[in-house]
C-alpha cells in the first residue's frame, strides 16, 4: 500500500520561495502520474502541478506557470514542488496525489484532482504573508 508524506512547508514572506516534498513508501510511483494540488480556506481544491510517469510531460495551473516547477526523482521515489516569487494568494493546504494505474501511466497530465487519483497525503501547509 502506498503511503505519501509531504513536507517542506512553512511560513515566508511575499517573493520568497519553499521547496515541497512528496516522499512514498510502501511502493513505487515510477510508473504513475504526479499531482499537486491545494486546498486554501474557503476554497475548492486547485489543481497546481503535475509530472508524468518518466517526467514525460508536466502541467500547471495559470495561477503558477513560470513561478513554480514540478520534477521527480524516482530512486528516491519523491516528487517534489519548487515554488518561487511567492504570493499570498498561494496561501493554502498542499498535497500530493498518485494516480496509479499498475503500470506505465499517460504521457500527458492535467492539473485536475478527481477521482482517478487513488492515492495522497496529509498536506503540508504553506503561509505567504508579510
Known amino acids: 500500500q502506498l503511503q505519501l508524506v509531504e513536507s517542506g512547508g512553512g511560513s515566508v514572506q511575499p517573493g520568497g520561495s519553499l521547496r515541497l516534498s512528496c516522499a512514498g513508501s510502501g511502493a513505487s510511483f515510477e510508473h504513475s502520474t504526479v499531482l499537486w494540488f491545494r486546498q486554501a480556506p474557503g476554497k475548492e481544491n486547485e489543481g497546481v502541478a503535475c509530472i508524468t510517469w518518466r517526467a514525460y510531460s508536466t502541467n500547471y495551473a495559470d495561477s503558477v506557470k513560470g513561478r513554480f516547477t514540478i520534477s521527480r526523482d524516482d530512486v528516491k521515489n519523491t516528487v517534489y514542488l519548487q515554488m518561487n516569487s511567492l504570493k499570498p494568494e498561494d496561501t493554502a493546504l498542499y498535497y500530493c496525489?498518485?494516480?496509479?494505474?499498475?503500470?506505465?501511466?499517460?504521457?500527458?497530465?492535467?492539473?485536475?484532482?478527481?477521482?482517478?487519483?487513488?492515492?495522497w497525503g496529509q498536506g503540508t501547509q504553506v503561509t505567504v504573508s508579510a
Open positions: 496525489a498518485v494516480l496509479a494505474l499498475g503500470g506505465p501511466g499517460p504521457a500527458i497530465c492535467t492539473v485536475t484532482f478527481d477521482g482517478r487519483y487513488n492515492y
